[in-house]
């Protein structure tokens, strides 16, 4: 028996001896990651993942609550700041500040990341979310609220850029789309907890500083826990420090052998070696003019950042940004119960998004893209039939006190529900997995730019939907971004390369020749192939030590 151990063990050695060699060769011709190396229970998802990622969602929540809670707490102010009532200009101030400092925090988030490492630059956000909810809930002038508001817009756009980051440089490559999706889960989350909170202090002296108050809490638990997170393997062999990647790597693979954890990291490490040797070679500028000038980190930045304008043109977060115009809105075109509906709608956002989480990794986020979308220009097209015909005897305006058509009204609502159920389910996910598009030398610098993207677009739509409604009326608006839309269906089909199933260092290779729609499908065809042969490969094995 003990010779028949002997001989299985030598031929499990054997076997990691190829694979290792199989690994080296690889990283000759530059398709290496550590996906190819299959470890025992893979597609097992293991509590320390599930812990980490649920930790690092909290900054998700805070994303959500601190950009959903403002709308309510806008309206309870009064004369709180000093005006006895605030003025639009004032409340578009406060409400466009926080995505300014979204946009600066982004900016600087990946690539301080790149320096410092993932979880101190989320752990700067934590500290930056409690700076900003203290000092919105005991101020008492408006540009102090305005300072307390921006101070959140950067926490919000720093973790918006480094959770998602972190959450994929930790994850297993099976589970890899979810992990950020949940992420995502916690960012509708937040906003439907901020409603609720805002609901719960409406009618409270003073409750608006309760509502953003309360935002320091999860900060301050986040950053505890932060203490007793690991850093991204990928970070820690960039700083050579083998010791602590090999730790994190056995404790994500828990139910593989030793060996084949060893041989995870040795394919990580062989894998990233070039990024880490442009990495110590190079400046911050050098690598910026890298990821702009060099055509294979052009194509993923395109990519990245053309998804994130994709995810905001479509003018979704206007609903989020304004709901209490929203509300008003369903209220003027024959609803009784605005607020209700509101709530409607931000709760098919957390529905379909929880859809995203099931089916991300199994489907694929081209093919979630391709089918989702369609159904936002559709969507968008009713919304904006549905207006025309209900504002002809009133010019095509909104005029408050008009008895508006009840079934045109309904087929508003229902259009909406079809237009957010769609982006919850593609858009309002995919964007999100940006990081995996870059190679770990440019990583940071990328997913910066295309979080910038992504708030700037914001601040673009932010600025000019009221504007837009006015100037061509809300038929008008919802065709416009009908069009948007139909143009981002457009550059999904012929630019977004499928990413499921493949290693962070894969998905840098499709890019090699165009944007790799057709080599990300002939990679992920050999995987598979490869994956099969080797089960058959175990079994076998396994038979004939039992014979």
Not at 84 to 102: F, N, P, R, Y
Not at 529 to 544: C, E, M, V, Y
Request: charged share 15%; with cysteine; hydrophobic share 45%.
């Amino acid at each position: 028996m003990s010779t028949e151990n002997a001989l299985k063990r030598d031929d499990e050695k054997g076997r990691d001896a190829q694979v290792y060699e199989d690994v080296e060769g690889a990283a000759a011709s530059g398709e290496i990651s550590e996906a190819m190396v299959v470890a025992e229970g893979e597609e097992r998802t293991t509590w320390f993942v599930w812990l980490l990622v649920a930790c690092t969602s909290i900054s998700g929540l805070l994303f959500g609550y601190d950009t959903g809670v403002i709308s309510g707490a806008l309206v309870t102010i009064g004369g709180d700041l000093g005006p006895a009532e605030l003025s639009s200009g004032q409340k578009e101030l406060i409400t466009s500040s926080t995505t300014l400092g979204a946009l600066l925090g982004g900016l600087v988030a990946g690539m301080l990341s790149d320096f410092l490492g993932r979880r101190p630059v989320l752990g700067i956000a934590d500290i930056i979310f409690i700076g900003g909810a203290i000092g919105q809930a005991v101020c008492h002038t408006v540009w102090s609220m305005i300072g307390g508001r921006f101070l959140i817009g950067v926490g919000v756009g720093i973790a918006a850029c480094v959770a998602p980051l972190y959450i994929q440089e930790l994850s297993p490559t099976r589970q890899r789309g979810r992990m950020v999706v949940l992420n995502v889960v916690m960012i509708t989350g937040g906003q439907v907890i901020a409603y609720g909170i805002d609901a719960g202090f409406e009618k409270t002296h003073g409750g608006w500083r309760w509502m953003v108050g309360l935002g320091a809490l999860p900060a301050a638990l986040q950053l505890l826990f932060l203490f007793f997170l690991p850093e991204s393997p990928r970070i820690m062999i960039l700083r050579q420090r083998f010791d602590v990647a090999h730790a994190t790597m056995a404790k994500i693979y828990a139910y593989a052998t030793p060996e084949q954890v060893d041989l995870k990291v040795k394919a990580l490490t062989a894998a990233v070696q070039q990024s880490v040797e442009i990495t110590n070679s190079t400046t911050l500028l050098q690598r910026i003019r890298l990821i702009l000038m060099d055509p294979i980190n052009r194509r993923a930045l395109i990519v990245g950042c053309g998804l994130q304008g994709f995810q905001q043109l479509c003018g979704f977060n206007t609903l989020m940004y304004y709901s209490a115009s929203l509300a008003t809105l369903f209220k003027e075109i024959g609803f009784d119960q605005p607020t209700a509906v509101g709530l409607i709608v931000s709760g098919t956002n957390f529905i379909f998004t929880l859809v995203a989480l099931k089916y991300i990794d199994i489907i694929g986020r081209r093919k979630i893209m391709i089918w989702s979308a369609p159904g936002m220009v559709v969507g968008l097209v009713l919304a904006s039939i549905a207006f025309h015909f209900l504002t002809l005897k009133t010019g095509g305006d909104l005029v408050d006190g008009t008895d508006y058509s009840t079934a045109w009204s309904a087929i508003v609502l229902l259009a909406m529900i079809l237009y957010v159920a769609s982006y919850a389910t593609g858009l309002g996910n995919v964007p999100w997995q940006q990081g995996e598009l870059f190679g770990l030398e440019v990583r940071g610098i990328g997913t910066s730019f295309a979080t910038t993207t992504n708030w700037a677009g914001n601040l673009l739509i932010g600025a000019t939907y009221l504007s837009l409604m006015d100037a061509i009326t809300p038929a008008g608006a919802f065709g416009f971004y009908a069009g948007l839309c139909l143009l981002g269906c457009v550059f999904t089909f012929f630019c977004f390369p499928e990413t499921a199933g493949l290693s962070l260092e894969e998905v840098r290779l499709i890019f090699r020749n165009g944007f790799g729609i057709r080599e990300s499908q002939r990679l992920r065809r050999e995987k598979q192939a490869l994956a099969i042969g080797k089960r058959h490969a175990q079994a076998s094995s396994a038979k004939n030590s039992h014979a």
